[in-house]
């Protein structure tokens, strides 16, 4: 296939590493932003931007709270999708996969590398819930300060995301919208891929 450059090799995730790296460099504002969607259990879409923070050998890894919205979508659901999209580079990534919990060290290790201030916004915060002011929500930003003291632990309610792909899709802007296009296509849930190029 006549794929070399930006596309170059067969390991898709190595691919998408390389990218991000190339757009840590030029874009200005969180490049690792992801639009991340996930269905309701009458299959109405939702989205909703995230940060990842990790790119595995096989999968990608996101921090939330397990009870937002978007946390009990993918309980139910086990899938979700995202999106990276580099407007200075003109380049996006689209991943689609199943996804489980990851709440065990590795969780706990990056929990405890945020700003103290975050560790207790994240205790503070029951994400997606009604809010009846801001003033409600600093109060139990305080009061959690008081609760958990200087070092709190990750709320059990807390941690990551692994989304391990069953397609992964690299676009790149090419002249009069004659666009590049690669599918990575998992076989039979194994570890081999089927690599096509796709129309623009
Ligand atoms: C650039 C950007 C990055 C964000 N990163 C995260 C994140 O990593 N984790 C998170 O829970 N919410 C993040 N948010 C907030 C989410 O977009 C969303 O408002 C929140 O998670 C609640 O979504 P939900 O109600 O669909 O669960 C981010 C928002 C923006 C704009």
């Known amino acids: 296939m006549d794929r070399s450059g930006i596309f170059e090799g067969d390991d898709p995730f190595a691919i998408a590493r390389a990218w991000l790296t190339e757009a840590e460099a030029q874009e200005p504002n969180d490049p690792n932003a992801i639009a991340l969607a996930t269905v309701d259990p009458q299959g109405m879409p939702n989205v909703r931007m995230v940060l990842l923070k990790e790119i595995e050998d096989d999968a990608f890894v996101f921090y939330t709270n397990y009870g937002s919205a978007k946390g009990q979508e993918i309980a139910a659901s086990g899938k979700a999708a995202f999106v990276l999209h580099w407007k200075s580079l ?8 199943s996804v489980t919990r990851e709440d065990g060290p590795k969780a706990d290790a990056y929990f405890a ?12 915060s029951r994400q997606s819930e009604p809010l009846s002011s801001r003033e409600a929500l600093l109060a139990e930003a305080a009061r959690v300060a008081v609760t958990k003291g200087p070092n709190p632990p990750r709320p059990p309610f807390w941690g990551g995301f692994r989304i391990t792909p ?3 899709e690299f676009w790149a802007d090419g002249a009069f919208r004659l666009h590049d296009r690669f599918r ?7 570890s081999a891929w089927d690599i096509t190029r796709l129309n623009p």
């Open 113 to 124: 590398s945020r700003s103290l201030k975050s560790r207790l916004g994240a205790w503070a």
């Open 90 to 97: 003109r380049r996006q990534i689209r991943v689609r996969g």
């Open 184 to 190: 990575w296509r998992r076989i039979d849930q194994g």
């Open 166 to 168: 069953v397609e992964i």
